[in-house]
């Protein structure tokens, strides 16, 4: 807790989160992967999965959201949308997101295709529900694994 916050007795506000970074985000996937899957090029998944694991070991790596933060919001194309709620379940829905599409591209190219486009798939729909709808599927798995792990330690 930060002084200031101390001797007003309250806790510091929640980090925010820019949730137009996250649909950019979002939006590249879905695009990128139904791009892949439509021209059947594995290499542009493999790009995707990559992209999506670096962004969630270094969230300021993270290349998409760059080309919000560096491109799109400079150039008012995006407005921010910044919300105070934590990053680390948005970067646990990141990183499932490519474990999930890794073990897809690790399928295209050495076991059966249908397994690997079928992986992207649930990863392109897993994404546009959360750009859509704003429900992130790996954002709830993550609060229902700090649930359980919380009934754990009592």
């Given at each position: 807790?930060?002084?200031?916050?101390?001797?007003?007795?309250?806790?510091?506000a929640?980090p925010?989160?820019d949730r137009?970074a996250?649909?950019?985000?979002?939006?590249?996937?879905?695009g990128?992967?139904?791009?892949?899957f439509?021209?059947?090029?594995p290499w542009l998944?493999?790009?995707?999965?990559l992209?999506m694991?670096?962004?969630t070991?270094?969230?300021?790596?993270?290349l998409?959201?760059?080309?919000y933060?560096?491109?799109?919001?400079?150039?008012?194309?995006?407005?921010?949308?910044l919300r105070?709620?934590?990053a680390?379940?948005?970067?646990?829905?990141?990183?499932?997101?490519?474990?999930?599409?890794g073990?897809?591209?690790?399928a295209?190219?050495a076991?059966?295709?249908?397994?690997g486009?079928?992986l992207?798939?649930?990863?392109?729909?897993?994404?546009a529900v959360?750009?859509?709808?704003?429900?992130?599927?790996?954002?709830?798995v993550?609060?229902?694994?700090?649930?359980?792990?919380g009934?754990?330690d009592?």
């Amino acid at each position: 807790m930060s002084s200031e916050s101390i001797a007003a007795g309250r806790a510091p506000a929640a980090p925010a989160i820019d949730r137009s970074a996250l649909r950019v985000n979002q939006a590249f996937i879905v695009g990128l992967l139904a791009l892949a899957f439509v021209l059947g090029q594995p290499w542009l998944a493999a790009f995707v999965a990559l992209v999506m694991a670096i962004g969630t070991a270094a969230p300021r790596a993270a290349l998409f959201q760059r080309l919000y933060l560096d491109g799109l919001r400079p150039a008012g194309l995006v407005k921010p949308d910044l919300r105070a709620e934590a990053a680390a379940p948005h970067r646990f829905a990141q990183g499932l997101g490519a474990g999930v599409l890794g073990a897809g591209v690790l399928a295209l190219f050495a076991g059966p295709p249908a397994l690997g486009w079928s992986l992207a798939i649930v990863v392109i729909v897993l994404a546009a529900v959360n750009l859509i709808f704003g429900f992130c599927a790996g954002c709830f798995v993550y609060f229902q694994l700090q649930r359980l792990r919380g009934r754990r330690d009592a």
